[in-house]
């Protein structure tokens, strides 16, 4: 029988007796729940990776956690390094951009730049404002759902590629697929 943790517990593993023989139960019953895909099934995944621009490590694990395949990106205006209205894009997000395959591109555009000058400077099927910096959660929340609604977008089938710590909790606001950095995703592919 075990004791109940107190106030200052740590939330350190159990020191129940048996332990080991749980997580051993518990390690097998997961491996016998994650199905072994035919060769094909994976060609086809590695592909639709190669397709978004993302490692295959990655992209199975955004597949797995969600159950979607990812259909939509957005992308904060910070992580194309779009900072002013006269900002170029880089070339390596330029080209990344422009190899996109089969899903949509938004940008979202941190003031002081407006949605139409992120739209002339970058090849996106769309733009718009971000939510405020320091909106309230039932406002971000909303504000991304709307523009999800919009573009017909599941947010669990969508990324986010964001640059800042306000940015990253759009993630959990919009319920999307999860969030990669802007250095991270335009990073040269091996």
Same mark, same amino acid.
């Given at each position: 029988?075990?004791?109940?943790?107190?106030?200052?517990?740590?939330?350190?593993?159990?020191?129940?007796?048996?332990?080991?023989?749980?997580?051993?139960?518990?390690?097998?019953?997961?491996?016998?729940?994650?199905?072994?895909?035919?060769?094909?099934?994976?060609?086809?995944?590695?592909? *639709?990776?190669?397709?978004?621009?993302?490692?295959?490590?990655?992209?199975?694990?955004?597949?797995?956690?969600?159950? *979607?395949?990812?259909?939509?990106?957005?992308?904060?205006?910070?992580?194309?390094?779009?900072?002013?209205?006269?900002?170029?894009?880089?070339?390596?997000?330029?080209?990344?951009?422009?190899?996109?395959?089969?899903?949509?591109?938004?940008?979202?555009?941190?003031?002081?730049?407006?949605?139409?000058?992120?739209?002339?400077?970058?090849?996106?099927?769309?733009?718009?404002?971000?939510?405020?910096?320091?909106?309230?959660?039932?406002?971000?929340?909303?504000?991304?759902?709307?523009?999800?609604?919009?573009?017909?977008?599941?947010?669990?089938?969508?990324?986010?590629?964001?640059?800042?710590?306000?940015? *990253?909790?759009?993630?959990?606001?919009?319920?999307?697929?999860?969030?990669?950095?802007?250095?991270?995703?335009?990073?040269?592919?091996?």
């Amino acid at each position: 029988m075990g004791l109940t943790p107190g106030p200052g517990h740590n939330g350190g593993p159990s020191l129940d007796e048996g332990t080991a023989w749980r997580r051993h139960c518990w390690t097998r019953a997961r491996t016998d729940l994650l199905p072994t895909l035919p060769v094909e099934v994976v060609r086809l995944r590695v592909a *639709r990776a190669r397709e978004l621009g993302l490692p295959y490590r990655t992209y199975a694990g955004l597949r797995a956690s969600t159950g *979607r395949d990812l259909i939509g990106f957005l992308f904060s205006s910070n992580a194309l390094r779009l900072l002013r209205a006269t900002d170029p894009l880089p070339e390596d997000r330029h080209a990344r951009l422009m190899a996109l395959v089969a899903c949509d591109r938004v940008g979202l555009a941190q003031p002081p730049l407006a949605p139409s000058a992120l739209l002339a400077r970058a090849p996106l099927d769309a733009a718009q404002a971000a939510p405020p910096a320091l909106a309230s959660w039932p406002a971000l929340r909303n504000d991304l759902k709307a523009l999800l609604r919009t573009r017909r977008l599941p947010g669990d089938a969508v990324l986010l590629v964001a640059d800042t710590a306000l940015e *990253r909790d759009w993630v959990a606001a919009g319920g999307l697929a999860g969030v990669l950095a802007g250095d991270a995703y335009f990073a040269p592919q091996p």
